[in-house]
């Protein structure tokens, strides 16, 4: 695994059901919330700290995931994108990238074809079957529950990086 993740230079990640549990929230008014992980944006903001730029490709169209990639610094933020592979195709080229500079953490059949032409696939322990089947590693945590910072760990100490993340924490 550790040979996948030596040349990783970005991480995509999906939304619902990577980013949080998959449940949407709508107040009375019809405002839509959504629930997101303190530890997840930690490790996103561990990655871009050491030069891993990190962007959102999602199905869905939401202010709320907006909000969250601004907070998180995350420029690259693909919403309404229902053939994820034209996005992602858009962000290679873009950053000039190649499939073996990338890694996806995705959680149902619509991340498929993305996972499939990473050089690193993740699924959250709790994605559909598909997901979990395309995935060179299915986590321990579900999506929304630390899901997000156990692929940003693996990261980084396939980059040989965790050490020098550690010591920033005087550990």
């Excluded at 490709?57 to 995931?65: A, D, P």
């Excluded at 630390?146 to 993340?165: N, S, T």
Aim: charged fraction near 30%.
């Amino acid at each position: 695994m550790n040979e996948k993740l030596k040349d990783i230079r970005m991480l995509l990640l999906d939304v619902d059901g990577v980013m949080t549990d998959g449940g949407i929230i709508y107040d009375c008014n019809g405002m839509e919330t959504k629930v997101f992980n303190v530890r997840d944006g930690h490790g996103i903001k561990m990655l871009q700290r050491y030069g891993i730029e990190v962007g959102i490709i999602t199905g869905r169209t939401s202010r709320v995931v907006d909000i969250r990639a601004k907070e998180l610094g995350i420029e690259l933020v693909y919403q309404g994108a229902l053939k994820k592979l034209v996005s992602y195709e858009e962000i290679k080229q873009k950053r000039s990238l190649s499939d073996s500079q990338i890694a996806y953490i995705g959680d149902d059949i619509i991340d498929v074809p993305v996972m499939r032409r990473v050089a690193f696939a993740a699924a959250p322990s709790d994605g559909q079957v598909e997901a979990r089947n395309a995935a060179h590693y299915v986590t321990c945590c579900p999506g929304g529950r630390g899901a997000v910072r156990e692929v940003c760990e693996l990261i980084l100490k396939g980059r040989d990086l965790w050490v020098e993340v550690e010591s920033r924490y005087e550990l």
